[in-house]
Nanobody, 124 residues
Framework: QVQLVESGGGLVQAGGSLRLSCAAS????????MGWFRQAPGKEREFVAT????????YYADSVKGRFTISRDNAKNTVHLQMTSLKPEDTAVYYC?????????????????WGQGTQVTVSS
């Protein structure tokens, strides 16, 4: 079992950048497919990005493609989400998630472990 803790959220103006981090404990993240999801008030949780075990394969939601970058450092047991050109519609609670197995997925129901979330607010 792995425990996940997100950090790095905050308030930023539109066009700005933030870097989210996800620190894992209990088991090494190299054992998991990792993903980022987000949930805005009144909306369902949605997929943002996912990364393979080795980090050589990534996949992004169309809404963030070209602006967000997911990365992982298995030696440090961390996963990051670099967010640039932020927009007010990116405002949400961002969650880090871990999935057992080898297949990448964009479905939240396929992920086994979740962090508590970190708030990102983008002002216009």
């Amino acid at each position: 079992q792995v425990q996940l803790v997100e950090s790095g959220g905050g308030l930023v103006q539109a066009g700005g950048s933030l870097r989210l981090s996800c620190a894992a404990s209990g088991r090494t993240v190299s054992s998991y497919i990792m993903g980022w999801f987000r949930q805005a008030p009144g909306k369902e949780r949605e997929f943002v990005a996912t990364i393979s075990w080795s980090g050589d394969t990534t996949y992004y939601a169309d809404s963030v493609k070209g602006r967000f970058t997911i990365s992982r450092d298995n030696a440090k047991n961390t996963v990051h989400l670099q967010m640039t050109s932020l927009k007010p519609e990116d405002t949400a609670v961002y969650y880090c998630a871990a999935r057992t197995g080898w297949r990448m997925s964009t479905f939240s129901t396929d992920y086994n472990y979740w962090g508590q979330g970190t708030q990102v607010t983008v002002s216009s």
